[in-house]
């Protein structure tokens, strides 16, 4: 059972180049969620999906956009790289937008813009 | 908004010495609270979560109250292993405001156990 899958794991871009950054989960989840993780800032969110077809902003939204391609996959872009940027992004889901429910956590990818 | 504040580290212990990582919360509602784990070079891993007052998580020898009326939720372990060296996250997931049903992480408390 694979989880929550993130898809590359490392990655270093131009500034100024563009990139799709993959999910996907396979625990049949309603919700999924983008997040960064910065030193000393612990996780941010960026955007979510609370249901297939839907996407919300969250915390740090600003250079980001989003796709939910269906039920199982989540897509994170960015469309114009900037340094800022450089950060370690998660990918979670959630079986439904509940207080109780957990958030499983992919692996994450590296990115790194120059 | 809601938020999470837990202790600053690094906390560095020695091989089986007890453990208390301190976490409070400011939250609308009664939020379910949650502590997860990330070991170098991986995601966060739910380590243990409790969703109304009074009730303890526990998982792997760590456990956790939620305390309503010190807005607390520390977490324990009685006896640490080398193994157990990893960044430690408190989170809550709130009804109302801020959160919304979404999680608020605290900042993150870096353990270190020596042998």
């Known amino acids: 059972n694979a989880g929550v899958t993130q898809t590359p794991k490392f990655q270093v871009l131009k500034t100024g180049q563009s990139m799709t950054l993959q999910c996907a989960q396979d625990?049949?989840?309603?919700?999924m969620y983008w997040y960064r993780q910065d030193p000393g800032m612990g996780l941010r969110l960026i955007y979510y999906s609370a249901s297939e077809g839907t996407t919300d902003k969250g915390e740090v939204p600003n250079g980001y956009n989003v796709s939910r391609l269906n039920k199982r996959e989540f897509s994170l872009r960015l469309e114009s790289a900037a340094p800022s940027q450089t950060s370690v992004y998660f990918c979670?889901?959630?079986?439904?937008?509940?207080?109780?429910?957990?958030?499983?956590f992919g692996d994450g990818t590296r990115l790194s813009i120059l | 908004g809601d938020s999470v504040t837990q202790m600053e580290g690094p906390v560095t212990l020695s091989e089986e010495a007890f453990l208390t990582i301190n976490c409070t919360y400011t939250?609308?509602?009664?939020?379910?609270l949650f502590w997860y784990v990330q070991y170098p070079g991986e995601g966060l891993q739910l380590l243990l979560k409790a969703t109304k007052a009074d009730d303890k998580g526990s998982n792997k020898g760590f456990e956790a109250t939620y305390r309503k009326e010190t807005t607390s939720f520390h977490l324990e372990k009685g006896s640490v292993q080398v193994s157990d060296s990893a960044v430690y996250f408190c989170?809550?997931?709130?009804?109302?405001?801020?959160?919304?049903?979404?999680?608020?992480f605290g900042k993150g408390t870096k353990l270190s156990v020596k042998p």
């Open positions: 979670a889901s959630r079986l439904h937008r509940d207080r109780v429910q957990p958030q499983h």
């Open positions: 989170a809550l997931s709130g009804d109302y405001g801020g959160s919304q049903g979404n999680l608020i």
């Open positions: 939250a609308t509602g009664y939020p379910s």
């Open positions: 625990m049949n989840h309603n919700s």
